[in-house]
């Protein structure tokens, strides 16, 4: 098939549900009816994956927007060299489903499987690897690139400028409609995990900086609420990929299971917002007692790695208001910058559910991409509590000044005079920009709320 279908005018907003705007929304099918949008369009354009960035980074207010489920082809399996094309569209979740039967994974996954192959080179995701394997971009070996001013297959080697302005880029220098990635072999879809329980962030960070170098994957869940003797409890999961050997016999017919569909969905007429200081207090409560200290356990790669995606559309639970994900990173020698993070979110009272910490390994040459070696922190937060835009505002002075920074696909809030001082090398961005795009096509509601230039 060739050509756009499914046109129609829509709300969209991202998967925290905050300002929604409309847009026309087409889903083209190949690259000359991107590039033809692109001539005649007058109100922006930007592309559309999975829509699971929290803010407002795939929506483009009175433009178009083009989902790239059209580009859903997944190529064959090169077993020799472990790389595979596939569709900008094509959700890692099916990626999965059809490579891990034969022995392969994606390098890197984010928390949910539900995102596209072009909002993960777009965000330049990172897993609970970064440590050891850099993000998403890393284990890209090529990718093609439809610019307004034509379509470009780069690589890191061929034009990296414009490789790594993409990488982290948030579509703002085209639509990735297919790309070739580099895969990893495993011989299980099990994962043997490590757990730990921690009474106190320093020994938590103490422990991950000392021995996370053993694990392929590591990760920490924080109780930012706090304890009354001013603590901050923890649960450390550190895993590898099982080997075939240590899969026991009851388990020998699902060694290689692929992951299924959300078992529950939550429906769209959900009571209120669900997510509130007691229920956070509950579930972290019982979130800290059931993860026990143990070795050697096996879960499954769904389990392990995309716990959220056992409950379909979970985000409704925050109410029709939505909510925030706030994640930063900050250089390795700035721990102290988490620790008065998680102090300020606990004395402020305002509830986070999954606070996520883990640590980044060196980052990508990307311009606009998040990763920096040191530590990162996600949370979420109900929109709603008088003091959170307060106490965000003030995380984001925080960060900025140790050199870090906040993460686009998440964001939905940041002042845009902070933008330059966390990504310092915009110059570099706008450049590439303006080299495929001079005219100034492509935009979004994230570029034009923080002044991204171009
Ligand atoms: C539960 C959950 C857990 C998450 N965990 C992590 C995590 O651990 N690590 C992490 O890094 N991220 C994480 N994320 C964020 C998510 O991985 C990114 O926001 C990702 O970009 C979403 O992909 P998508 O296909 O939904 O893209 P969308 O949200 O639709 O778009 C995101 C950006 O990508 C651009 N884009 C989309 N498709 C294309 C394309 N074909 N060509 C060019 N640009 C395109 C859009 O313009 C937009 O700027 C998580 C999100 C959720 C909801």
């Not at 080697?157 to 409609?177: K, N, R």
């Not at 492509?442 to 002044?451: E, M």
């Amino acid at each position: 098939m060739t050509g756009t279908v499914e046109a129609s005018h829509r709300q969209l907003s991202g998967w925290g549900r905050t300002a929604p705007t409309r847009a026309r929304v087409d889903r083209p099918v190949d690259a000359a009816s991107i590039a033809g949008a692109f001539r005649t369009q007058t109100g922006g354009v930007i592309a559309r994956g999975l829509g699971r960035s929290y803010g407002d980074a795939a929506q483009c207010s009175g433009g178009l927007t083009i989902e790239a489920s059209g580009f859903s082809d997944i190529g064959k399996l090169d077993d020799s060299s472990g790389t595979i094309d596939v569709g900008g569209g094509v959700s890692l979740h099916d990626l999965m489903r059809h490579i891990i039967p034969s022995g392969w994974f994606v390098a890197v996954t984010p928390g949910t499987r539900y995102v596209s192959i072009g909002g993960a080179i777009a965000a330049d995701v990172h897993g609970k690897n970064h440590h050891r394997d850099g993000s998403f971009a890393n284990h890209v070996v090529e990718l093609t690139l439809v610019t307004p001013t034509g379509t470009f297959t780069v690589s890191q080697d061929a034009d990296p400028e414009l490789f790594w302005a993409t990488a982290g880029g948030m579509g703002l220098t085209g639509v990735v409609i297919s790309a070739t990635l580099r895969l990893i072999p495993i011989e299980t879809s099990w994962i043997r995990v490590d757990s730990q329980r921690f009474a106190r962030l320093d020994d938590l960070m103490s422990t991950m900086e000392d021995s996370d170098h053993r694990y392929r994957y590591s990760v920490a869940w924080l109780d930012c609420l706090g304890h009354r003797d001013g603590n901050h409890r923890s649960v450390l999961t550190r895993g590898d990929h099982a080997p075939s050997g240590a899969i026991p016999d009851r388990l020998r017919s699902r060694s290689r299971e692929v992951p299924g569909d959300p078992r529950v969905r939550v429906p769209r007429s959900a009571p209120g917002r669900l997510v509130n200081r007691l229920s956070v207090r509950a579930l972290n409560e019982a979130w800290f007692r059931s993860s026990s200290r143990s070795v050697g356990s096996l879960h499954p790669l769904s389990g392990f790695f995309h716990p959220l995606d056992g409950v379909g559309d979970w985000n409704l639970l925050y109410g029709p208001a939505g909510f925030v994900q706030y994640q930063f990173a900050v250089p390795a020698t700035r721990g102290d910058v988490v620790a008065e993070a998680v102090g300020a979110i606990a004395s402020s009272g305002i509830p986070s559910f999954l606070a996520v910490l883990k640590r980044f390994g060196p980052g990508t040459p990307g311009p606009l991409s998040f990763s920096q070696e040191g530590w990162t922190l996600a949370l979420d937060f109900p929109l709603g509590p008088p003091g959170l835009p307060a106490l965000l505002d003030d995380l984001d002075e925080l960060v900025a000044h140790a050199g870090g920074r906040v993460y686009l696909a998440k964001d939905a809030r940041l002042r845009p005079e902070l933008l330059p001082v966390m990504y310092p090398r915009l110059p570099d961005f706008a450049a590439v920009r303006r080299r495929v795009d001079p005219v100034g096509v492509l935009a979004s509601d994230l570029s034009r709320r923080l002044g991204i230039p171009g």
